[in-house]
Each structure stands twice: as structure tokens, then as C-alpha cells.
């Protein structure tokens, strides 16, 4: 069996959190999102996944889709392992609600 993973692979895979978190923030405020440990540590471990995922897709790929910032990706997910107590809220709370669905919109 070829266990060779391909971009589409990895799209699909960021696909599939970029929903997942649209999805579980669509009614949720930056007041219920700090309050719910569960749920800030499930949406922080998803935009790890989507940033681990983005820096295996091909340069090829990368470049056909410059509109796409893919150097902010990279970027978020260091901030969010390497400082994990000192993450804006407010950062992570926009990106959450702004961010994750245009990017969800630029990959369709």
C-alpha cells in the first residue's frame, strides 16, 4: 500500500479543521471561549494541526495560492506552543472567528 501524502492530502486535512472550528465557534463569545477550557484548548490544538499540516504542502503548491498567508500560519502555531500562556485572547479569538473562515474560503 502507498502511503505517500500528497497536497491534497493536507488540504483536506486543514479543510476538515478549518470546519471543525468554524463549526464549534459559530455562537460562541470571546467571554464563553475563555471561560470554557475544553474548548479554547481544542481550537488552539486544531490551529496547531492546520499550521503543522500547511508547512508539509509542496512549495509548488504554496505558490499557486499566494493570496494565502501562509508565513501568518506558520507564525501562529510557534505562538501558540512556544508562549502557550501568554497568547492574546483577543488574538486568538479573532482569528477564530475572522480568520479561520476566510481562510476556509480561500482554500475552496
Do not use: C
Amino acid at each position: 500500500m502507498d502511503n505517500v501524502k500528497t497536497d491534497k492530502f493536507y488540504i483536506q486535512k486543514i479543510k476538515q479543521d478549518l470546519e471543525f472550528i468554524s463549526r464549534h465557534m459559530k455562537n460562541v463569545d470571546i467571554e464563553e471561549l475563555n471561560a470554557n477550557e475544553v474548548l479554547l484548548d481544542s481550537m488552539l490544538f486544531r490551529m496547531i494541526q492546520i499550521s503543522e499540516n500547511a508547512r508539509k504542502l509542496t512549495e509548488e503548491f504554496k505558490q499557486t495560492r499566494e493570496n494565502i498567508p501562509w508565513s501568518a500560519l506558520y507564525g501562529l502555531r510557534n505562538r501558540i506552543v512556544h508562549d502557550y500562556g501568554n497568547v492574546d485572547l483577543n488574538i486568538v479569538y479573532e482569528t477564530l472567528k475572522v480568520d479561520i473562515p476566510d481562510l476556509l474560503e480561500l482554500l475552496e
